[in-house]
């Protein structure tokens, strides 16, 4: 029911741009963490590992990438090419554990709705809503070389002393490597995003240069 509902209120707005895709896939993570918690701590689990599985294949696989994110299928050709999506994750779970209905429920109603690519976004967010749920902090820090061990140990001090950070049961800082934020650094935390790269710094001064021309 959760899923359906938040099926009806994301179809209603094709075409968006990136922000608001990003809008969309959260309102199926809700709706997905709210099914699962609404059954038992055990079944968050359950699903926290079966999108695990899903993130990893993504990731590994090519051809599964190249199915989630191609719009010209058709809705029987997306179900054919889904249950055999089912089947591969099936074989491939620890203990051979099949992935659970409430799994399979989202990425029914992902393809129905012709959303398939907005599955990564999904994880992504019902893995922050899970973190939440456990007291867990989960940061990302980018730069464009590895940081110093003694740089993020004194991140991890900072945040920790902040609104967030005392919040949190447990902090877990990574260091992300992305050449094109050029120098500085972006920290992604919850749903707050600060950014000190050089990147975003030439991006506003390009802006401003093409606004006074």
Request: hydrophobic letters at 40%; glycine letters at 6%.
């Amino acid at each position: 029911m959760l899923l359906s509902t938040a099926a009806r209120s994301a179809i209603a707005a094709p075409g968006l741009g990136r922000r608001a895709a990003s809008a969309i896939a959260l309102k199926y993570s809700n709706a997905i963490y709210g099914a699962a918690i609404k059954q038992s701590p055990q079944a968050l689990n359950k699903v926290h590992a079966d999108l695990a599985l899903v993130a990893n294949t993504i990731a590994t696989q090519s051809e599964v990438s190249a199915f989630l994110n191609n719009p010209t299928l058709s809705a029987s050709e997306r179900g054919s090419a889904l249950t055999k999506f089912f089947a591969k994750l099936d074989s491939a779970a620890p203990k051979k554990d099949p992935i659970s209905d409430t799994t399979k429920n989202l990425l029914s109603v992902l393809s129905e709705n012709g959303r398939l690519g907005e599955t990564q976004g999904v994880i992504e967010g019902f893995n922050e809503l899970v973190a939440q749920y456990r007291g867990e902090l989960d940061v990302i820090v980018t730069s464009a070389t590895p940081l110093a061990k003694d740089v993020l140990s004194r991140l991890e001090t900072t945040l920790k002393a902040s609104q967030a950070g005392q919040k949190a049961k447990t902090l877990k800082v990574t260091n992300k490597v992305n050449p094109s934020v050029l120098g500085g650094i972006i920290v992604d935390f919850g749903d707050k995003t600060i950014d000190l790269s050089v990147q975003s710094r030439v991006t506003k001064l390009n802006n401003a240069l093409q606004q006074s021309v």
